[in-house]
Antibody, heavy 116, light 107 residues
Framework: QVQLVQSGAEVKKPGASVKVSCKTS????????IGWVRQAPGQGLEWMGW????????NHAQNLQGRVTMTTDTSTRTAYMELRSLRSDDTAVYYC?????????WGQGTLVTVSS | EIVLTQSPATLSLSPGEKATLSCRAS??????LAWYQQKPGQAPRLLIY???NRATGIPARFSGSGSGTDFTLTISSLEPEDFAVYYC?????????FGGGTKVEIK
């Protein structure tokens, strides 16, 4: 079955960086993109960006330009999202999700807490 | 960026009742709209894609309709497990924006 398993919770100080991984299984990795979505405590879903696992093309939310990098490793079927210059309002659960036409399978989420 | 506005923010209903959720887009998105369900502490789950198609394993009590800018998710008869937050999302244009969500709570 399709599975996306994310790395564990992180606590970071303001100004630091975090890199979240998303290991996939159960399908042909390069046939689907990977999207990243975050959710601040008690808030709604915020689309962060997408990466093509086929050619590495990306598209990011405008408000994250310059701070976010999305990559994949096809040999390990893993996607990564790195967010730099962390601020307190980056505290959120970060999700990866498989993108065919829509986000049809999701990881379990990774809580990133930014606190001094 | 396409803005999706969901209404109402909260819907208070009893089990067995019908739920009607609305999602309005700031410009036409054809039929490129999905609905997701999210329960506390869980990842979202895809319910409906391309406006009206149920995702794998989704019960027939969930249905979607609309086109252009106005879309509706209908739950014909609420089951206890349907009380959750529902989000719409468009894939017509980048960025793939989400609506703000509608919470369906037990009355």
């Amino acid at each position: 079955q399709v599975q996306l398993v994310q790395s564990g919770a992180e606590v970071k100080k303001p100004g630091a960086s975090v890199k979240v991984s998303c290991k996939t299984s159960g399908y042909t990795f390069t046939s689907y993109g990977i999207g990243w979505v975050r959710q601040a405590p008690g808030q709604g879903l915020e689309w962060m960006g997408w990466i093509s696992t086929y050619n590495g093309n990306t598209n990011h939310a405008q408000n994250l330009q310059g701070r976010v990098t999305m990559t994949t490793d096809t040999s390990t079927r893993t996607a990564y999202m790195e967010l730099r210059s962390l601020r307190s309002d980056d505290t959120a659960v970060y999700y990866c999700a498989r993108l065919g036409s829509y986000y049809d399978h999701w990881g379990q989420g990774t809580l990133v807490t930014v606190s001094s | 960026e396409i803005v999706l506005t969901q209404s109402p923010a909260t819907l208070s209903l009893s089990p067995g009742e019908k739920a009607t959720l609305s999602c309005r887009a700031s410009q036409s998105i054809s039929n490129y709209l999905a609905w997701y369900q999210q329960k506390p502490g869980q990842a979202p789950r895809l319910l409906i894609y391309d406006t009206s198609n149920r995702a794998t394993g989704i019960p027939a009590r969930f249905s979607g309709s609309g086109s252009g800018t106005d879309f509706t998710l209908t739950i014909s008869s609420l089951e206890p497990e349907d009380f959750a937050v529902y989000y719409c999302q468009q894939r017509s244009n980048w960025p793939h924006t989400f609506g703000g969500g509608t919470k369906v709570e037990i009355k």
